[in-house]
């Protein structure tokens, strides 16, 4: 008998099946189940089932980041109206406007730990892979269902191992691996997949970096991502380093459906759209298109990491007259960590404005709609049209160090050069 | 089960949530205002024309991006009970299943039928055909599990009589 993945073993115990394969379909009890803005859909079909409370208040996390603060009185009677359900229920994992972006906080806070699964009602849940928990998005009736019994059903995936050997460029980000995989994988390569991101290149990649590869997972259809525990996490989570990590790694014999095996060096800045986030070439071929609104932010690419490579083109500089510049902290406790380092004030003086922590203009609903016919670079992860506002806007996505440059530019920008590499 | 008839509105490869129903609408749950914006980004005419038992007939991927389950809702709208596609964006499935919508994966539907025609959907006997009798597709059942939820009328009624058989 072949060895097990990584999903196979979650999955399994999260089933009482440890021995479930690829392809099986389990009635699994989640550890953790998370809800935004949409807990208030949830709530309303929970309503139905007429029962008091959650099944287990205490795996239950609501945070209200997509619409933070509210944009209008409709949001913020959905607010009011969440506050009223998490006192209610004795939700105590409760996240308030400002404290960030749900995924975020599912790392930052600890709120999930290596081998658990946590299903959320938001597509990207995947992220809580970078900390080796299996992390599925699902929507707001499956929440509700959940809620009431504390089961589902899941499909156990098939997994595509992703490796890389060879050492990063410099100026070149997880985001840009991301898109360039993206690009490779297209829309629906992993669809029903979880992709697995292993060997050694790990090491070079900080939790951070996990999550914006876990994260970007989602737009090549997949299912859940997860890079396997390591001793990365020792520094994540002190309690994680005397975890049993043959419980959240691949067997060494496992069965994947497909490996794919990346050159550190094939990677350079990239830049992917309008409209197809599959659309990611070398930042060069688009370098001269003039950009309206420089966005940093959102769960890819809004964390302290993101924000100090942002700084050090920044340093110095100006944003273009002309182009506006966005910077959305993941989390107040990142605006926090970045204002003490003085990363704050280097955007500020280069022009640049902080919105709130939360999603800010990631999903166009407020802080930063486009108008038609602008252009906007952003560090998110969908360039869909109409996603940031007006349907006639261009979105084009890209690492916080290529946005940094571009707003300094006025125009898509090589980070390259502002970051003393020879081109 | 299901019997529909209605025109086809076919739609190509990976449309995504945003598409059916842009985020800047989602703060308003009612149904009808979500309807009013559905497929906006993609088609002029569908939030206008698109009426009971039409049935959407799209390629690849359908559905992917976001979990909204508006998306559904939205589509649920217009009296829309059916969607053929080549295949599907996992969540968006899982929400469509959920809401008792009829999801069926179908390799050949989208090469045999062009948008506008008028087709009649008959569940029972997983047959797409087109009213004038010339073209048909067999469709493959639905998966085990999705076909329990979409026969009990959607995820609520199903673990509402689940609920009640552990009781028993
Ligand atoms: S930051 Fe954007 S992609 Fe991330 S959860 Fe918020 S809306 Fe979704």
Redesign the interface.
């Known amino acids: 008998m072949s060895g097990r993945t990584v999903a196979e073993k979650i999955l399994g115990r999260a089933a009482g099946k440890p021995g479930a394969k690829a392809g099986d379909v389990l009635e699994v009890t989640p550890d953790v189940v998370m809800s935004h803005e949409n807990t208030f859909l949830v709530d309303k079909a929970f309503e139905q089932f007429d029962l008091e409370r959650p099944w287990a208040p205490d795996k239950v996390v609501v945070v209200l980041d997509h619409r933070s603060p509210a944009n209008t009185v409709q949001t913020a009677n959905a607010h009011a109206r969440i506050r009223e359900i998490v006192r209610r229920m004795g939700i105590e994992r409760f996240y308030d406007v400002g404290e960030g972006v749900c995924h975020q906080l599912l790392v930052e806070k600890k709120l999930v730990r290596p081998g658990q699964l946590v299903l959320g009602a938001d597509s990207h849940t995947t992220t809580v892979g970078a900390v080796g928990a299996f992390g599925a998005g699902i929507g707001a009736t499956e929440m509700a269902g959940i809620w009431a019994t504390g089961e589902t059903w899941l499909k156990v995936p098939e997994t595509i191992k992703i490796t890389m050997t060879g050492h990063l460029e410099r100026a070149v980000f997880p985001k840009d691996i991301a898109l360039y995989l993206a690009s490779r994988l297209g829309p629906s390569g992993a669809d029903y997949m979880c992709m697995e991101f292993s060997g050694i290149f790990l090491f070079d990649i900080s939790i951070s970096g996990r999550m914006v590869l876990c994260n970007m997972a989602a737009e090549m259809g997949a299912k859940a991502a997860i890079a396997p525990a390591d001793s990365t996490f020792g520094a994540w989570s002190p309690e994680c380093a005397s975890l049993n990590s043959g419980a959240c790694t691949s067997d060494p014999d496992a069965s994947y459906h497909d490996i794919i095996e990346l050159v550190a060096e094939d990677i350079s800045p990239m830049v992917s759209g309008p409209d197809r986030v599959e659309s990611g070439r070398g930042v060069e071929e688009f370098e001269d298109i003039e950009v309206d609104q420089a966005f940093i932010g959102t769960c890819t690419n809004g964390r302290l990491e993101d924000l100090i490579a942002a700084s050090w083109v920044l340093k110095g500089n100006k944003v273009a007259t002309g182009t506006r510049l966005l910077v959305a902290p993941a989390s107040k406790s990142v605006l926090s960590d970045a204002l003490s380092m003085g990363v704050i004030q280097t955007i500020l003086e280069a022009g640049g404005t902080i919105l709130p922590p939360g999603c800010g203009p990631c999903l166009g609903a407020h802080e930063g709609v486009l108008a038609s016919g602008e252009v906007c670079i952003s560090s998110s992860n969908r360039n869909f049209k109409g996603r940031m506002g007006s349907e006639d806007a261009k979105i084009f996505l890209a690492s916080p160090a290529t946005v940094a440059a571009s707003a300094v530019k006025g125009r898509i920008e090589d980070p390259r050069r502002w970051l003393n590499v020879d081109l | 089960m299901l019997t529909c008839e209605g025109r086809v509105w076919k739609f190509g490869d990976?449309v995504?949530t945003?598409?059916i129903i842009?985020?800047?609408y989602?703060?308003?749950?009612d149904p009808d205002h979500l309807a009013k914006h559905a497929m906006?980004?993609i088609s002029k005419d569908f939030a206008s024309e698109a009426s009971p038992g039409d049935v959407i007939v799209a390629g690849?991927?359908f559905g992917?991006?976001?979990?909204?389950?508006q998306a559904?809702v939205a589509l649920r709208g217009h009296g829309v009970k059916a969607i053929v596609a080549v295949?599907f964006?996992?969540?968006f499935y899982?929400?469509a299943i959920?809401?008792g919508m009829h999801v069926y994966q179908s390799p050949e539907a989208h090469s045999m039928f062009a948008d506008g025609d008028v087709i009649s959907l008959d569940s029972e006997k997983n047959r797409l055909r087109s009213v004038d009798g010339s073209r048909e597709v067999m469709l493959a059942d639905m998966p085990t599990?999705p076909r329990e939820i979409v026969d009990s009328g959607?995820?609520?009624p199903?673990?509402?009589h689940?609920?009640l058989e552990r009781k028993v």
């Open positions: 990976d995504n945003d598409l842009p985020g800047r989602l703060d308003n749950y906006e980004g690849s991927n992917c991006g976001s979990s909204r389950e559904v295949s964006a996992r969540i899982r929400n959920n809401l599990r959607g995820l609520i199903y673990v509402k689940i609920m």
